[in-house]
């Protein structure tokens, strides 16, 4: 019996070859859209940078470190820069996967008028415990752990307490003042309604121009890995409990952050009890108010504080 003749067998050979590569690298593109969702999802929680500490404490201000519990008991540090005894007190509160040194250029500007100024990082940032961002589910609970953290301390003994956050941390002031009354007065600059967009950005994934649909698990992932529900996670849905305190909505016309469009705090606002205010600063970008118009920044601010923590917030 005659072999093949060899430019036949050899022929046979280069397109086996050719077909175990394409079938391997269909399997690639396979294993990659099927595990990319996953890998999304962890690295959307963990935060692998702004876990140091701040290189040092700011020279400007008289700021002394300071570690105190969440409420659900998670450790968080921060830095303490106190008025006398009974002054009102504000906590700031930084946005995804910051730090308290964000927050310095608003620490600054209250402590000149008098306020005590908490800034902490929030769980799974800086030095505070956590294993990454929460992304807004679990930090309300960071915020009502500062204000037992303030309210204990004899050294302060602050007469009414303020919260002030940016971006995420101004969805998740609302969250907090929405629990704990003892906050008689929140600021919320750049707020988020729930986490719609968040959810929705995980139904598929974007190669180039091309938006291809993603396995469903990513969702329940998240949920796992931050140990709550995104879904049930709805500043828009509660912050109507927050009156009788105080809200200040706070946004610019030109944020372009997909989480925080205008409409959403104008949502805010319409869904909001009394007493409520609102300013909308004609540019700024995301969280960029404060930057592009300091002065009428400030002084909004502060007379929103100075009308509302003048005495120790009302029980509900």
Request: charged share 15%; net charge positive.
């Amino acid at each position: 019996m005659e072999g093949k003749p060899p430019r036949s067998r050899a022929r046979i050979l280069r397109a086996t070859r050719g077909w175990h590569v394409v079938a391997a690298l269909v399997l690639a593109v396979i294993l990659l859209w099927a595990v990319a969702p996953a890998a999304r999802g962890v690295l959307l929680v963990a935060n692998f940078s702004g876990r140091g500490a701040p290189a040092a404490l700011p020279p400007d201000l008289p700021a002394r470190p300071v570690t105190f519990r969440a409420a659900d008991a998670v450790r968080l540090s921060g830095w303490l820069v106190a008025r006398p005894v009974e002054a009102p007190a504000i906590i700031l509160v930084h946005g995804f996967k910051g730090t308290r040194a964000d927050m310095l250029p608003w620490a600054r500007f209250l402590f000149a008028t008098g306020y005590t100024v908490l800034l902490y990082d929030s769980r799974g940032c800086g030095q505070s415990d956590g294993r990454g961002s929460t992304l807004g589910t679990r930090e309300a609970d960071d915020v009502i752990g500062a204000v037992r953290f303030l309210r204990g301390r004899t050294d302060l003994k602050p007469r009414s307490i303020g919260a002030l956050g940016i971006s995420l941390g101004a969805g998740i002031v609302l969250l907090a003042a929405a629990r704990e009354p003892g906050l008689g007065a929140v600021v919320a600059d750049s707020a988020w309604t729930d986490e719609r967009p968040q959810l929705a950005r995980m139904a598929s994934l974007l190669l180039g121009p091309l938006a291809v649909p993603a396995l469903p698990y990513e969702p329940a992932l998240v949920d796992r890995l931050v140990g709550a529900r995104l879904e049930d996670t709805r500043p828009l849905q509660v912050i109507h409990t927050i009156s009788p305190h105080a809200v200040l909505l706070i946004h610019s016309a030109d944020d372009q952050n997909a989480t925080t469009p205008l409409a959403g705090a104008q949502a805010l606002f319409a869904a909001a009890g009394e007493p409520k205010a609102a300013w909308t600063a004609p540019s700024g970008g995301h969280t960029g108010a404060l930057r592009a118009y300091p002065a009428a920044y400030q002084g909004l601010v502060l007379s929103f504080f100075a009308t509302y923590l003048r005495t120790s917030a009302p029980a509900r």
